[in-house]
């Protein structure tokens, strides 16, 4: 599984867009991107994922480039409410390594008023 | 529907002690992973779980141990608690236990004192 590297922390304020990036030199040809929320004390929420180009939902929006090494998660206008954890994950557990999701150390992102 | 639930959710033991978590898999979800999370270490992989069998194990000691029934819902046992034991214990189901789509509990925080 390949390892990724983000900040450790950012900050934002309410109405922002928040733009996290995270690198992931090593990822192999059948690796997914996915990036999950966590609020403390709470378990982790998926918020997207995606293998090139550019994915949309009603939460945010994934871009990677055409080399795949690097990946953007973009929340678009933040709130109070989306300050948390974001952990970028790459290569999600195959039929030969289940159950396991491989977290790094996260962005802790702080959205002020 | 209802999410991934998790008893007790808060719990103290002492020292030597050994404790039972429980997990209620999603409905139709066949797949429950474990995972603890420390401040220090993380997010990390304790075992997974799928038809009753353990499919895939993290690197943690024995003490660790778990089970699930033919009804999908699981159960982590800690044996002969140590401090260090103190943390957040999150479990996650899903269809297959492999691809995107999983969904976490809230978990338990365990206090060893």
């Known amino acids: ?113 | 529907k209802a999410g991934v639930t998790q008893t007790p959710r808060y719990l103290i033991k002492t020292r030597g002690q050994q404790v039972t978590l429980s997990c209620s898999p999603i409905s139709g979800h066949r797949s429950v992973s474990w995972y603890q999370q420390t401040p220090g270490q993380g997010l990390q992989f304790l075992f997974e779980y799928f038809s009753e069998t353990q499919r895939n194990k993290g690197n943690f000691p024995g003490r660790f141990s778990g089970r699930q029934f033919s009804n999908s819902r699981s159960e982590m046992n800690v044996s002969t608690l140590e401090l260090g034991d103190s943390a957040l214990y999150l479990c996650a189901s899903s269809l297959q236990g492999y691809g995107y789509g999983y969904t976490f509990g809230s978990g338990t925080r365990l206090t060893v004192v």
């Open chain 1, 1 to 113: 599984l390949a390892k990724t590297t983000q900040p450790i922390s950012m900050d934002s304020y309410e109405g922002q867009e928040v733009n996290i990036t995270c690198s992931h030199n090593n990822i192999a040809t059948n690796d997914y991107i996915t990036w999950y929320q966590q609020f403390p004390s709470q378990g982790p929420r998926f918020i997207i994922q995606g293998y090139k180009t550019k994915v949309t939902n009603e939460v945010a929006s994934l871009f990677i480039p055409a080399d795949r090494k690097s990946s953007t998660l973009s929340l678009p206008r933040v709130s109070l409410s989306d300050t948390a954890v974001y952990y970028c994950l790459v290569g999600e557990a195959g039929s030969g390594n289940t159950g396991k999701l491989i977290f790094g150390q996260g962005t802790t992102l702080q959205v002020k008023p």
